[in-house]
């Protein structure tokens, strides 16, 4: 049995890299011991999630408000737990916060995982990079990209964000729940995103796409950010929140994605989000930007298209809604979930990849 901390640099909470260390967490605590730390407050969702996995929840001080505190605190926790593995999710190199306090605290087992291609903090990220360097005993990456941006030329192990083909299949039920909330007749179009609202995910680009629309496609913004206010205002200033919709966070994405036409992503950078994987899981075509890595596209069904240019966004959503029925999308689900599975995306068979990962590591 191994002793296992998961670590979200970002907060554990309804984000992709959290759904990442749920699925893995959930699998491995059948047979390890599992702890994950937080340094906010967390969703009653997740402690369920947590409690019903035997997994342990440890809070530390919140990490941009009390830096000193949470590398204190963190060291602490790792020095008096012994964990044999510490895993370290984030987008750069100020996860050398993590891994160089689990350094000092004795653990000899030290993961970085990266999750993006692109950092939002360069400065700090090429500032603390000398310590990522030596304080990771280990290096993995969601995706070649991510791997190849953040380790610059050193080896790393890929670990696909999978995810449970069961429970991504398209229910009528709560498609029909989810229009009837907006008002949306099934003679419209809905397109989806689902994202933290900052600048990285982009949502505002999407607000002149839907106004050149025809009026019968709508949009649903799923998620929460600092962004969100801002774009809101747009959207009522532009007289489209008759047409563009906020969800908030909320616990049942799968039933938005049963209720959504087609996906959409204007990200400015990607590594390869784990929303765009649970699209396409429930057999949803998607069009993305081209800034996401084409690593993301595991069924065909994936349209990649510039940011500079709203006509083709529109030309693509056009011809990809002309033809589309729910009926259709369901028939030929099956073969879309062998081809994400074919490509090794099943979570469960990632989880056992990563517990035989880490194992090797502590021979």
């Known amino acids: 049995m191994m002793k296992i901390l998961f670590i979200n640099t970002i907060k554990l909470d309804k984000n992709g890299i959290t759904t990442f260390i749920l699925n893995n967490a959930k699998f491995l605590a059948q047979t390890n011991d599992v702890s994950i730390l ?12 947590l409690i019903a996995n035997n997994i342990k929840l440890i809070r530390v001080p919140y990490r941009k408000k009390k ?7 963190l060291k602490q926790i790792i020095k008096n737990e012994k964990y044999d593995v510490v895993h370290v999710n984030g987008n750069s190199a100020t996860m050398s916060i993590e891994l160089l306090a689990a350094r000092l605290a004795g653990c000899n087992c030290r993961i970085a995982h990266v999750h993006n291609t692109v950092t939002d903090h360069p400065i700090i990220h090429n500032l603390l990079y000398p310590i990522f360097a030596v304080s990771l005993t ?19 192990y890929t670990i696909n964000n999978g995810v449970n083909m069961s429970e991504y299949v398209p229910s009528l039920k709560a498609r029909n729940s989810i229009r009837d909330k907006y008002g949306i007749k099934e003679s419209e179009i809905l397109l989806g995103n689902i994202g ?3 600048l990285q995910k982009n949502q505002e680009a999407l607000i002149p796409i839907i106004e050149q629309l025809d009026k019968k496609y709508k949009l649903v913004l799923i998620g929460d950010g600092i962004l969100k206010e ?14 563009i919709f906020f969800s908030g966070n909320v616990d049942n ?18 590594g390869l989000p784990f929303a765009l994987v649970e699209a ?12 996401v890595s084409k690593e993301a596209d595991l069924t065909e069904n994936v349209q990649f298209v510039s940011l500079n240019n709203n006509d083709d966004w529109i030309d693509t959503i056009l011809d990809a809604s002309k033809n589309y029925t729910f009926e259709r999308r369901v028939s030929v689900l099956n073969n879309i979930q062998r081809r994400i599975t074919d490509k090794n995306y099943d979570a469960q068979k990632n989880a056992k990849y990563l517990e035989n990962i880490f194992k090797k590591l502590l021979e």
């Not at 937080?38 to 999630?49: C, F, K, L, Y």
């Not at 830096?67 to 605190?73: A, S, V």
């Open 38 to 49: 937080a340094s906010n407050e967390v969703d009653s969702s997740i402690r369920n999630i």
């Open 196 to 198: 933290f609202f900052n």
């Open 138 to 156: 280990a290096r993995m990456a969601c995706s070649n990209a991510a791997g190849q941006w953040l380790y610059k030329g050193k080896s790393f």
């Open 230 to 243: 801002k774009i809101e205002k747009i959207v009522n200033d532009h007289h489209l929140s008759t047409r």
């Open 67 to 73: 830096p000193l505190q949470y590398f204190q605190g």
């Open 253 to 270: 994405v799968k039933d938005y994605l049963s209720a959504i036409d087609l996906f959409v992503m204007t990200s400015k950078f990607e």
């Open 280 to 291: 396409q899981a429930s057999g949803l075509h998607c069009i993305v930007s081209d800034k």
